[in-house]
T-cell receptor, first 114, second 113 residues
Framework: DGGITQSPKYLFRKEGQNVTLSCEQN?????MYWYRQDPGQGLRLIYY???????QKGDIAEGYSVSREKKESFPLTVTSAQKNPTAFYLC?????????????FGAGSRLTVL | QKEVEQNSGPLSVPEGAIASLNCTYS??????FFWYRQYSGKSPELIMS????GDKEDGRFTAQLNKASQYVSLLIRDSQPSDSATYLC?????????????FGSGTKLNVKP
């Protein structure tokens, strides 16, 4: 997992509940990302953060919220406003290799709405 | 139009054959290109990156980039059953958007023993 820890691995939620997915990294990386993956689809960007106390919406931010109070942590909250939250959620950081940014992923969190 | 397009497959090849995976992208200013392998239920892992036109080889894997035609490909030589996975093509967002990455939907590869 390259020093990126996501928890929980599996999570079940009832409709109308908010849930928070944890992402912690010990790689001292500045940029962190949250992606969502649905079966047969690619990864879609939810939010990303380049520095502490700053984050930007990705392509599918509606129904999600994030915070970046510490460099090591970038939790994602799936709110009740997210109409179809069942998906595989991936947290990632960038590292620089050969002068280019490269994404490294955590193990993922699978959220199922009951 | 999607930023990154891949054939979803599945692509089936016999063990020992060459598997060829293709990807096209729409943003001409993209500068970094990646191939990730994703086993079922697992997170993607980086297997190749390429930044300039031409071929880049790493073991059994060769990445090919053609910026004029806006395509990138991955060749897997001597395919093994353990190569069976979904391969995701990813493109960096270019010099004005270098912190964003766009992914294709992936090509599922089946290597038959």
């Amino acid at each position: 997992d390259g020093g990126i820890t996501q928890s929980p691995k599996y999570l079940f939620r009832k409709e109308g509940q908010n849930v928070t997915l944890s992402c912690e990294q010990n790689l001292n990386h500045d940029a962190m990302y949250w992606y969502r993956q649905d079966p047969g689809q690619g990864l879609r960007l939810i939010y990303y953060s380049q520095i502490v106390n700053d984050f930007q919406k990705g392509d599918i931010a509606e129904g999600y919220s994030v915070s970046r109070e510490k460099k090591e942590s970038f939790p994602l909250t799936v709110t009740s406003a997210q109409k179809n939250p069942t998906a595989f959620y991936l947290c990632a950081c960038t590292t620089v290799r050969s002068g280019a940014n490269v994404l490294t992923f955590g193990a993922g969190s699978r959220l199922t709405v009951l | 139009q999607k930023e990154v397009e891949q054939n979803s497959g599945p692509l089936s090849v016999p063990e020992g054959a060459i598997a060829s995976l293709n990807c096209t992208y729409s943003d001409r200013v993209s500068q970094s290109f990646f191939w990730y392998r994703q086993y079922s239920g697992k997170s993607p892992e980086l297997i190749m990156s390429i930044y300039s036109n031409g071929d880049k080889e790493d073991g059994r894997f060769t990445a090919q980039l053609n910026k004029a035609s806006q395509y990138v490909s991955l060749l897997i030589r001597d395919s093994q059953p353990s190569d069976s996975a979904t391969y995701l093509c990813a493109v960096n967002g270019g010099i004005y958007n270098f912190n964003k990455f766009y992914f294709g939907s992936g090509t599922k590869l089946n290597v038959k023993p």
